[in-house]
């Protein structure tokens, strides 16, 4: 379990901070992106778009909550929802996106081999008791005690 919790504070920090080469060791060979719209992207697409996906200037607020870990044999399902606040044309969006990773313990690692998103709408967000980290502009905050 703290395993599991490393890689997914690991995935999210990759994300962060446009860490390619760390992210591409946590994937399988065989891993599959499938985005809120059903849009599936394999390990090549999704690697290419994460290397500029995070602008620490437009994705100003960044959380991790909510996490929850549930292992079943090899198998480990990695859930957690992202809080972001956007500046766009000078105004504040906020949104909240859950995602389920899917790794799959082999040749004695985990790896993850499927990425969901899916979109919460406001009224099921997760409250901020649950937070596990917080970046501002692309830093990892300090956690409090």
């Given at each position: 379990?703290?395993?599991?919790?490393?890689?997914?504070?690991?995935?999210?920090?990759?994300?962060?901070?446009r860490?390619?080469?760390s992210?591409?060791?946590?994937?399988h060979?065989?891993?599959?992106?499938?985005?809120?719209?059903?849009?599936?992207?394999?390990?090549?697409?999704?690697?290419?778009?994460?290397?500029?996906?995070?602008?620490?200037?437009?994705?100003?607020?960044?959380?991790?909550?909510d996490?929850?870990i549930?292992?079943?044999?090899?198998v480990?399902?990695?859930?957690?929802?992202?809080?972001?606040?956007?500046?766009?044309?000078?105004?504040?969006?906020?949104?909240m996106?859950?995602?389920?990773?899917t790794?799959?313990?082999?040749?004695?690692?985990?790896?993850?081999?499927?990425?969901?998103?899916?979109?919460?709408?406001?009224?099921?967000?997760?409250?901020?008791?649950?937070?596990?980290?917080v970046?501002?502009e692309?830093?990892?905050?300090?956690?409090?005690?």
């Amino acid at each position: 379990m703290d395993e599991l919790r490393a890689l997914n504070a690991r995935f999210i920090h990759n994300f962060v901070t446009r860490d390619v080469a760390s992210h591409d060791a946590l994937l399988h060979p065989d891993f599959i992106n499938i985005w809120p719209t059903g849009q599936r992207w394999d390990r090549a697409t999704y690697l290419k778009y994460w290397a500029t996906a995070f602008d620490p200037n437009v994705i100003f607020y960044w959380d991790v909550r909510d996490e929850r870990i549930t292992i079943i044999g090899d198998v480990a399902l990695v859930r957690s929802t992202n809080k972001h606040i956007r500046r766009r044309n000078g105004n504040e969006v906020t949104g909240m996106t859950m995602y389920t990773d899917t790794y799959l313990f082999e040749n004695g690692a985990w790896k993850c081999i499927q990425a969901q998103l899916t979109a919460v709408a406001p009224e099921h967000y997760p409250p901020d008791d649950t937070i596990v980290s917080v970046y501002i502009e692309g830093t990892l905050q300090p956690r409090a005690n």
